[in-house]
């Protein structure tokens, strides 16, 4: 499976985007897909999960209320709305998915595929 983030960009704080993760493959339906994101310096870590099967939800603390992940019916493109964005959210966003993933599937190990990363830059 191959996977194209996009959606990012600059934003104020207090503000939204949306970012989207297009999958090409006849089978994505099947895989579990994370958001991670990796700002400067610092290693890559886990903002939000979807399970493959009946779209359960995991979230990191940092995003819990202001993040949403969810799955289009086609089942092709999994989005993340951010909303009331916060400088400390500024980093590369990428999308992940793993087979028959499940939501405790936090750790970048975990996953196969990788797309290519967005920025997202979140001024004060």
């Known amino acids: 499976v191959q996977l194209q983030a996009s959606g990012g960009g600059p934003v104020q704080a207090g503000g939204s985007l949306r970012l989207s993760c297009a999958a090409s493959?006849?089978?994505?339906?099947?895989?579990?897909t994370g958001w991670f994101r990796q700002a400067p310096g610092k290693e890559r870590e886990f903002v939000a999960v979807?399970?493959?099967?009946?779209?359960?939800?995991n979230y990191a603390d940092s995003v819990k209320g202001r993040f949403t992940i969810s799955r289009d019916n086609a089942g092709k493109t999994v989005y993340l709305q951010m909303n009331s964005l916060k400088p400390e959210d500024t980093a590369v966003y990428y999308c992940?998915?793993?087979?028959?993933?499940?939501?405790?599937?936090?750790?970048?190990?975990?996953?196969?595929?990788w797309g290519q990363g967005t920025q997202v830059t979140v001024s004060s």
């Open positions: 992940a998915a793993q087979l028959f993933g499940t939501a405790t599937m936090d750790q970048v190990q975990q996953y196969d595929y």
């Open positions: 493959g006849r089978t994505f339906s099947r895989y579990g």
């Open positions: 979807i399970s493959w099967d009946v779209g359960v939800t």
